[in-house]
């Protein structure tokens, strides 16, 4: 006979114990949050948690290296904003553990073409370049983050949200931040303070170091839209008209990333805005249908240059070190290898003992690289938006002469993928050593 009573008894016991087990794990949990958000001092404080952030600080636990993490966002992003990554990004981030994941939620795409409505002025290949990830891969930011932010929390890491940096200081042994955040303002002591906050830079703002460029005088539009598209999905397609440019790019759930040049745009795009802009500027031989807009942005676009990378402990990267045209979609991309070089500086200074001037080579690396991406950028925004019918007709057949040209083709895929600029990636003999 089946004694239930003790079945019963046994299976209460059983209970009670993972009952008691997840209340022990969760006030654990909970404990380690509550003493991490209280922590006023740390060797290395990160300002901004946006996808350069964020991989700085992957590198830094990977590294061993105390540090934390602030963003003033309660929560990330949940927007696409930058939507490729390229080659010599993906190869770079590898050394993080995330490049796997990003690909499989990504899109890969082989081809870029130029068109002046249904002529393809130049055609670019990416699925034959010197890299282990050979096209452009199209995944939208807030997934990028996603991706990002889980490696964080595999590592044990804690991102902390609704903290903003109000003042930043230093001196000759440290730095000294103020935030206001859930538990109130407060001060944290830092041996090295990273701005990736953006444009608007808090910590570069402290430095004093100068921002130089301008703003174009196009005011641009940005949309993630569901589409008929009659190039399909192999393709990233740039188009020149007289009305303006606009640039069709494919995204992982079968939407499509729309940027284009528009004057007095609304706030919110509607669907005949958008087709609007495919019927004056984009194919003629078959038109596009818009469907649906999903989300969309209104934006002018900065080319601006740090003068410097750092000041004393205050370190820059990302956009608050470069801003620049989307054209070619080298902005996060940049930052994001920003992080990768800088993670590698820091965990050598704080964690090997090498010489603090060792900064100083994260600057000649990246400074250059940047210099190179707002000069790559800007050539394909002014020669997409000039207005002058002299202009295009030779921008056309120029580039028509290029399209013939292998090697000047393969120059500018290498460009554009990053690979050109693979020696300002890393440090010199740096031994990568991926995350177990």
């Not at 899109?107 to 990830?133: E, Y």
């Not at 989300?295 to 620049?324: E, K, P, Q, T």
């Not at 600057?363 to 295009?392: H, N, Q, W, Y």
């Not at 990053?418 to 995350?435: D, M």
Request: aromatic share 4%; with cysteine; net charge neutral.
């Amino acid at each position: 006979m089946v004694d239930l009573t003790a079945i019963f008894a046994f299976m209460d016991g059983l209970c009670q114990q993972v009952l008691t087990n997840s209340i022990a794990h969760l006030k654990s949990q909970q404990s380690l949050t509550k003493e991490a958000a209280m922590r006023t001092q740390t060797e290395i404080l990160i300002i901004g948690a946006g996808p350069t952030g964020m991989a700085l600080s992957i590198a830094l636990h990977q590294a061993g290296v105390d540090h934390l993490l602030l963003d003033r966002l309660s929560e990330g992003q949940n927007t696409s904003r930058a939507a490729v990554i390229h080659a010599q990004t993906l190869d770079s981030l590898a050394t993080l553990g995330v490049t796997d994941q990003l690909v499989a939620r990504g899109l890969k795409v082989g081809n870029f073409t130029v068109r002046d409505r249904d002529a393809a002025l130049v055609r670019l290949r990416f699925d034959a370049l010197p890299s282990g990830h050979p096209y452009l891969l199209m995944l939208p930011q807030d997934m990028t983050e996603e991706v990002l932010a889980a490696r964080i929390a595999t590592l044990g890491g804690i991102i902390h949200r609704g903290v903003t940096a109000t003042r930043v200081e230093q001196d000759g042994t440290g730095a000294r931040v103020r935030v206001n955040g859930p538990d109130g303002e407060h001060v944290i002591s830092a041996r090295y303070v990273v701005g990736a906050d953006g444009m608007h830079s808090v910590v570069r703002q402290a430095t004093g170091i100068g921002f130089e460029g301008g703003t174009y005088e196009d005011s641009f539009v940005l949309a993630d839209v569901r589409l008929e598209w009659p190039l399909g999905q192999s393709e990233v397609s740039l188009f020149f008209s007289p009305a303006g440019l606009v640039v069709v790019a494919p995204l992982p759930d079968g939407s499509y990333r729309v940027v284009a040049t528009m004057d007095n745009a609304p706030e919110q795009l509607s669907k005949s805005d958008i087709q609007a802009v495919l019927d004056s500027r984009g194919p003629q031989a078959s038109n596009a249908t818009v469907l649906d807009v999903l989300w969309s942005s209104r934006f002018r676009l900065h080319h601006r240059l740090a003068n410097s990378y750092r000041r004393g402990r205050l370190i820059l990267m990302g956009d608050a070190a470069h801003v620049h045209s989307p054209a070619g979609g080298q902005g996060m991309n940049t930052g994001l290898i920003d992080a990768v070089v800088l993670g590698e500086t820091l965990a050598g200074i704080v964690g090997r003992n090498r010489p603090e001037t060792t900064l100083d080579l994260y600057e000649s690396l990246r400074r250059p690289a940047a210099a190179k991406v707002l000069g790559l950028a800007g050539r394909l925004t002014d020669m997409a938006t000039t207005r002058s019918i002299f202009k295009r007709a030779a921008r056309n057949a120029l580039l028509s002469f290029v399209n013939l040209a292998p090697v000047v083709k393969r120059q500018i895929e290498m460009n554009l993928s990053g690979l050109s600029r693979a020696e300002l990636a890393h440090l010199p003999e740096y031994e990568y050593r991926h995350a177990a």
